[in-house]
């Protein structure tokens, strides 16, 4: 996505273009308008126009400093901007030429028409430009590359840590793995153990039960004989 001043930028321009083509063309080329009304026009438009010249390259600087992935996109509304803005501009200039004619003024080329490419966009300004804008996406990438190492510096501290942290738990894990295996052997003897004793329970309740019907048998047998015979 491009940033916000980018957009902002372009509404501007926009706005201008989209003004001009739907209310101030119409007045200039429109035979009813006055010489007054038609000298204001040309004024407030070529003020518009540079500043649009001015915010068009706002968003050359914008572009410049862009992730690449953006660029295309936002290089893209650029140039159809420019190009709305310079035809717009040679409108004007022919106008004001046309004017200048018919006022006796002179011919094409001798009109002191403001000119945005001649006061803002010298080449050595460009250059200079160029060179701030160059320096500028480095020192930024300079600072990304730091910041991103400080994370990563901080990142490996935190691994250490994390992998000390999980060595330590690994030997708990094995004391308990060890203390599960014992614990398993033990209550294996005792459910041994316990099996035996209620083998010897059942066993001692079944003899138990084997004296106590011999003793009723021979008190049976000691009643018959006594009393019965």
């Known amino acids: 996505m491009s940033s916000e001043t980018f957009e902002r930028l372009k509404e501007t321009v926009g706005s201008f273009v989209v003004d001009y083509k739907n209310r101030v063309s119409r007045k200039l080329k429109s035979a009813q308008t006055s010489n007054e009304e038609s000298e204001r026009l040309l004024a407030e438009t070529e003020r518009s126009i540079e500043s649009a010249y001015r915010n068009l390259q706002g968003m050359e600087r914008e572009v410049s400093v862009a992730p690449a992935e ?3 996109m936002m290089n893209a509304k650029l140039r159809s901007l420019q190009r709305d803005v310079d035809t717009i501009n040679r409108e004007v200039k022919s106008v004001r030429t046309n004017q200048s004619i018919a006022r006796g003024g002179g011919y094409p080329g001798s009109s002191s028409i403001y000119d945005p490419r001649a006061d803002i966009a010298t080449l050595e300004e460009r250059q200079r430009q160029q060179v701030m804008f160059g320096t500028d996406v480095l020192n930024r990438a300079s600072e990304s590359v730091l910041r991103t190492q ?15 942290e999980l060595g330590t738990q690994r030997e708990q894990l094995q004391r308990t793995s060890r203390k599960l295996d014992e614990t398993k052997a033990e209550l294996s003897k005792s459910r041994k153990l316990l ?34 015979k």
Do not use: H, P, W
Not at 204 to 226: D, P, R
């Open 150 to 164: 400080r994370v990563a510096a901080e990142n490996e501290e935190i691994g250490v840590e994390i992998l000390g």
């Open 195 to 228: 099996n035996t004793m209620q083998r010897r329970v059942i066993s001692n309740k079944l003899l138990l039960m084997g004296i106590i019907l011999f003793e009723v048998i021979i008190l049976l047998a000691v009643i018959y004989i006594k009393f019965i």
């Open 70 to 72: 953006f660029r295309t």
